[in-house]
């Protein structure tokens, strides 16, 4: 099928990052996704990992009035995560640190998307909603196309000063770059990669936005699209 | 404010129920709502607990072509598990068991529902999808309305023969039974429930559908509404 890649590209290993205060929503929807679409894989495995920064079980940020806990059982830490082909990268509270803070998350983005210790590059990363400004602050956005949660644009979007930040758009692929917008955009937008990767036949057992400049928080937040700054 | 609770009445305690393969997105969408509104509550706290069968870790349901963990760590089991104003089940593949399969989770709802063993009846059962398939076969949804996931219509109803089944219905609330229809339906459901508890002013920080007649999935369906058998 002309649209789907070649078998041997095709992702067998995925990773999803998660950290303290994730966004929950963030997470499970891409998770979603693949989850209920890989009933109808053909010839494709998929195998995830879950990733914390030291194999801690994570809880996701919540509202100051909400008490209990959420918890999320690792398999893998930074420093033993298989090879990866993709990594999800959601968005939340707990990607409002410093650099330093974030600093191990950071390397391993990176190291993982650009091919270091022995691993090979990843065949894409995909973020959720402010999950960008992890990848903004990697170097990874560098001269791409992104986009981000709507209401945290202005946070975002000074941390990714060589990246075209695009304001109407649920999610943005750039090549193998894809930034979804505030949090449900998420679903839609795995549901495009997996239409990439697996044939559209495939995404279109869910029923989802196809349009990726379907997006109405972009207007209702006063968001414009924000250019790279020149090298002058 | 004439438009929510009571203090005295407002839920304090909330439940949520998970069992293997349970759907990832039918939890997480209401929780998702729960975490981030619960930072505009006034005067009020939520204390979740997560329950699981026998307080092992489950894992949602997943494709065939799925492998890997994605596990959820509880904090009670069926037994231990606290008082509770709220009890939130999710659907999914877990639901579809014999009754004797699911009869400790069945037994919990209808002990919880109607008060036993000690505790206060529920102020509120809230399923989302396929969990109101769990309701029924408990006894909860006799002589009431309820919806559930379009694309298990023909499956769930039977299930519920005293029950009004209503098919255009992203949500249906009949006292405190409040059911929800596929997945991403649980999160305007929930967003609705929050209004209807802590006031509308806190709900409207979300953005949602507000219409519970809002359901493109019945006409895709063919799904009409199935009324309770009538005792003759």
Chains 1, 2 share one sequence.
Not at 184 to 209: C, F, P, S, W
Request: proline fraction near 6%; glycine fraction near 10%.
């Amino acid at each position: 099928m002309a649209d789907k890649q070649d078998d041997k590209d095709v992702p067998q290993s995925y990773g999803l990052l998660l950290f303290p205060q994730f966004e929950v929503l963030d997470a499970a929807g891409p998770i979603e996704v693949l989850n209920v679409l890989s009933n109808y894989f053909v010839d494709s495995k998929i195998n995830l990992s879950v990733i914390t920064p030291n194999k801690d079980l994570v809880s996701p940020g919540v509202g100051q009035n909400f008490l209990g806990n959420q918890l999320y059982k690792p398999t893998h830490s930074l420093d033993d995560a298989p090879p990866l082909d993709v990594l999800i990268i959601p968005g939340g509270r707990g990607t409002t640190g410093t650099n330093e803070e974030l600093r191990h998350l950071l390397d391993f983005i990176r190291d993982r998307f650009n091919g270091a210790s022995g691993h090979a590059p990843l065949k894409y990363v995909f973020s959720i909603c402010t999950g960008s400004d992890l990848l903004a602050r990697a170097g990874v956005l560098d001269d791409r196309r992104a986009t981000t949660n709507k209401r945290a644009w202005t946070r975002v979007t000074p941390d990714g000063p060589k990246t075209h930040w695009v304001a109407n758009a649920r999610w943005v692929e750039s090549g193998r770059v894809w930034t979804t917008s505030g949090v449900t955009a998420g679903i839609d937008g795995m549901a495009a990669l997996v239409g990439k990767i697996y044939g559209e036949e495939v995404a279109q057992k869910h029923v989802r936005v196809t349009d990726p400049s379907n997006d109405p928080f972009a207007e209702q937040n006063g968001c414009k699209d924000v250019l790279p700054l020149r090298n002058t």
